[in-house]
């Protein structure tokens, strides 16, 4: 499968602790994005890498969130001191900017639930 | 700033019914436009997609949209629905030519359709 992946599908976690999650775009998009969405809620853009430089990030994106694409290629999105709040499904998307049309294709997603 | 309506949160119809799920967006500059589908169980797909040209686009799976720029809509049709097509559907728009090109996604419109 060549699509976008994303580890770990689902994560339990107790509020307080940190969670990591992965990404691996589709080989040679060199766009990433990071989305968050709630039951009953559309996506919710909350940061965006062109190759390993980070050049947005959304106001929900709070001092606890840290996402980070080292070499250009996968990229981790890190909640420490998690809350209740944070509850969600993190989808990872990734499109390339030489390719006309430039879409943006999904993963699944990683639910997270914080007890 | 850019935000996507769909007033159409719930529809429930029977197998063959004709289809048309609203949305509306709000951007002043020129946009992309598009539509995608979350199968239970499954990712984001995309279905379909406006970047220029021809105002009625086609997608996938007999679906259709057309681009109304004097309304700010993009209207998603299917003139005969199957049981396959229950989902929930999320209109998009990005701002053409944008730094990130990041989506900016509706609520979702969830679709049950009755065999």
């Known amino acids: 499968d060549t699509g976008v992946s994303q580890d770990p599908r689902h994560k339990i976690t107790k509020r307080g602790q940190n969670v990591t999650f992965r990404c691996d775009p589709i080989?040679?998009?060199?766009?990433l994005y990071w989305y968050r969405q709630t039951l009953g809620q559309g996506p919710e853009f909350l940061t965006y890498?062109?190759?390993?430089?980070?050049?947005?990030k959304s106001r929900l994106l709070s001092d606890r969130f840290s996402a980070e694409r080292p070499k250009g290629s996968f990229s981790t999105l890190e909640i420490q001191r998690t809350e209740q709040g944070d509850s969600a499904m993190y989808l990872c998307?990734?499109?390339?900017?030489?390719?006309?049309?430039?879409?943006?294709?999904f993963g699944e997603g990683s639910w997270l639930t914080v007890v | 700033a850019q935000s996507v309506s769909q007033h159409n949160h719930h529809v429930i119809l029977s197998e063959a019914a004709s289809l048309e799920l609203g949305c509306n967006y709000s951007?002043?500059?020129?946009?992309?436009l598009f539509w995608y589908v979350q199968y239970p169980g499954q990712h984001l797909q995309l279905l379909l997609k406006?970047?220029?040209?021809?105002?009625l686009v086609k997608g996938i799976k007999g679906f259709e949209a057309e681009f109304i720029k004097s309304k700010f809509s993009f209207n998603l049709r299917k003139p005969s629905v199957q049981w396959s097509d229950t989902a929930e559907y999320f209109c998009?728009?990005?701002?053409?030519?944008?730094?990130?090109?990041?989506?900016?996604f509706g609520t979702g419109t969830l679709l049950a359709v009755q065999p």
């Open positions: 998307a990734s499109s390339s900017d030489r390719i006309s049309g430039n879409t943006i294709y």
């Open positions: 080989s040679e998009h060199n766009r």
């Open positions: 890498f062109q190759n390993e430089a980070q050049l947005e």
């Open positions: 951007y002043g500059g020129t946009v992309n």
């Open positions: 406006y970047f220029s040209g021809d105002p």
């Open positions: 998009a728009v990005n701002n053409y030519g944008g730094a990130t090109n990041k989506l900016i």
